[in-house]
């Protein structure tokens, strides 16, 4: 289980939220909206331990993600708002280097399942578009079934409406196995958030 | 045991390799530098004689700050340093990783060529092995330190100056000895003492430098 | 315990720093004032002339204090440094970016004065000397610290960042130092050096120690009225 606690945020010195709390169990969806710039990615970034937050703490299990440090990490996918992938490198050696830096063992068969689901052909990053770079991130989560926490960043962004769907339903399939997902996002989405955040109020 | 590490380590190396020029760049690089100094000073062999660990070591230090701006700026541009920041393994690891595989892409090439400008300046025979042994165990160093000061500039505007304002005062030890190892043997003397020193640094940097790394990336993350 | 560490925490929030820093910052510039003015009449009229380099010598008195502020302020700087990334105190952090230009200033006139000193004793303004040699790295190393933190706008990644920068440059001023040295006798062999020339009068120590107590009374004073300015900056 994922509790955040009191949690403040200061960047560049504009306070984007303060005493934020709240809890995400097992089989649970967040969602995280507001306007840009409102401090959702921040929320992310600290949830995942990537960024500290000003006032407050992070919660795994009961314990501080901060102590937890690689051992969280070993729970959690994080997709951020950047693609994540080395232009140099097919999209197969990018989904597997994704998953050996996680510590999970996936088999080529999986990977190319993962590609295949999203419409990728193994070629090198450099080669695909916008769009194709975002479906080679995502696939990852094709094979993330065994990952307790996912953390999306605007998963939607770039993806045409085939390619959206595909990954609402991973994101419900996910919730229906019993793993928590927090994602943000500005568009609508036919996902059924159990818990809404808005950064706006 | 290790695999997220060996993980990043084959990764750059593959990266490395289709992009294979960038690495070239760099190593030209030191062989320019290195053959513009009889051009400036005159090419007596006497003098090129004396002057060719100094020049050589110092042309090493340029050609690894050349390559140590890409270190984690491409990673970070491309955003896969945040997925090295949550990866399965202490950042630590990750952080000496990445050194080695820096090193293995700039610093090796360096000991290997270095015997090249070593004949164009007609460095006796008997000294190429400690040459070599100084770079061998040197630039490891300078890997590790520089990955430091890579990490602190990380997506700051005119990085590449500022990381190499940061990074050569501290290469001044490893540049001292590393030469000062080809000197001595020059001087018929016994190099073991710095040859030593050389590898104690290389232990010293090769076990606090990853921590401190790993932490200069959080601090640049946050 | 818990009462003793309540106190020092009470002393370390900005608002209640900025008068008590004002205060001493007062005496300290005055105190600097009066020991620098007794020093230079020490070290100026009263100390004897030396029997070989004549008059020359007389810039020690600032050469040598400045010299072991330098050095000092580094040290004490990086423990600042320390201290605010372990314990995440704001005025730790100020303390460690006021200090800095004070470092660098004394090296700056370590480095001068030397060269001063080296024109009537060797004949050249710079002498590959392993002592200047070492001062003018610690240069470099101040002028880095500082040029880091004015490259981060973000405040705090700014503050962090310079103190892992000085944290390692810290551990590697000894290893500079004595590697320097080595070089130094590798490529010269041992040089007249600068401290160790005149024997040791106890006028001269006397005059050099004041100056030295000048120079500590002069950096506290400055400093704490530049992390005045700095409190000012971040209200």
Known sequence: MLEAVDLACERGGRSLFRGLSFALRDGELLRIAGPNGSGKTSLLRIVCGLLSPTAGTVLWDGAEIRRLREEYAKQLVYIGHAAAVKDDLTAAENLRIACTLAGHRVSPRQIRQALDSFELADLPVKRLSQGQRRRAVLARLVVSESMPLWLLDEPYAALDAAAGRLVEELIDGHAARGGAVAFTTHQDTRVRASQVIDLDA | ?222 | MTAQSVKWFWYASPQTFYPVAGVIARWCGAAAAVLCAAGLYIGLFVAPTDAQQGEAYRIIFIHVPAAWMSMFIYVVMAFWAAIGLAFNTRLSHMMASALAPTGALFTFIALWTGSFWGKPTWGTWWVWDARLTSELILLFLYFGFMALQAAIDDRRRAERAGALLAIVGVVNVPIIYYSVQWWNTLHQGASVSLTRAPSMAATMLTGMLVMALAFWMYSIAVTLLRVRCLILENR
């Open chain 2, 1 to 222: 045991m290790l695999e997220a590490a060996r993980c990043i380590v084959v990764r750059d190396l593959l990266v490395a390799w289709r992009r294979r020029s960038d690495v070239a760049t760099a190593l030209l690089f030191f062989v320019i530098v290195t053959s513009l100094f009889p051009l400036g000073i005159g090419a007596e062999p006497e003098l090129l004689r004396s002057i060719a660990p100094g020049v050589i070591w110092v042309a090493a230090l340029l050609s690894c700050m050349l390559s140590l701006g890409r270190l984690f700026a491409a990673d970070h541009a491309d955003g896969t340093l945040e997925q090295l920041l949550l990866s399965s393994e202490p950042l630590g690891v990750i952080a000496a990783a990445k050194a080695l595989a820096h090193w293995l892409v700039s610093g090796l090439p360096l000991v290997l060529i270095a015997p090249l400008i070593a004949l164009q300046y007609d460095l006796p025979a008997p000294l190429y092995p400690v040459l070599a042994l100084s770079l061998l165990l040197g630039t490891p160093v300078l890997s590790l330190i520089g990955a430091i000061g890579a990490a602190l500039t990380l997506g700051l505007r005119g990085g590449g100056v500022l990381l190499s304002l940061l990074v050569l005062p501290l290469y001044v030890p490893v540049l001292i000895m590393g030469a000062g190892s080809v000197d001595m043997a020059a001087a018929g003397l016994a190099p073991d003492g710095q040859l030593l020193l050389l590898a104690a640094l290389l232990i010293v940097a090769a076990a606090f430098a990853p921590w401190a790394i790993a932490a200069a990336l959080r601090i640049s993350m946050e």
